[in-house]
Nanobody, 124 residues
Framework: QVQLLESGGGLVQAGDSLRLSCKAS????????VGWFRQAPGKERVFVAS????????IYEDAVKGRFTISRDNAKNTVYLQMNTLKPEDTAVYYC?????????????????WGQGTQVTVSS
């Protein structure tokens, strides 16, 4: 059983940066495809970024390209989401998700394991 623990959320001002962490247990993070999703109040959960298992292949949603970076630290068994130049529209609960399967990382149904979420609030 894979468990995911997110951390790093908080309240920041527009233009600031945050780094979210997703620490995995029960499996090596190198063998997981890990995705970050976010859900704003009253909206559906949407894909933000992913990093594929065994490769450095990353995918980003268009709205975060050039501002967010997903990375993996195998020694710490953790995936990070570095978020720079934050905007008020980035305000949401951020979830990390993981799977041992091959599939389409942008699709939430692809993921078997989910973290509890961490709140990111960006004030203008």
């Amino acid at each position: 059983q894979v468990q995911l623990l997110e951390s790093g959320g908080g309240l920041v001002q527009a233009g600031d940066s945050l780094r979210l962490s997703c620490k995995a247990s029960g499996s090596l993070v190198s063998g997981l495809t890990v995705g970050w999703f976010r859900q704003a109040p009253g909206k559906e959960r949407v894909f933000v970024a992913s990093i594929s298992r065994y490769t450095p292949t990353t995918i980003y949603e268009d709205a975060v390209k050039g501002r967010f970076t997903i990375s993996r630290d195998n020694a710490k068994n953790t995936v990070y989401l570095q978020m720079n130049t934050l905007k008020p529209e980035d305000t949401a609960v951020y979830y990390c998700a993981a799977t041992l399967q091959n599939g389409v990382p942008e699709i939430s149904d692809y993921y078997e394991y989910w973290g509890q979420g961490t709140q990111v609030t960006v004030s203008s």
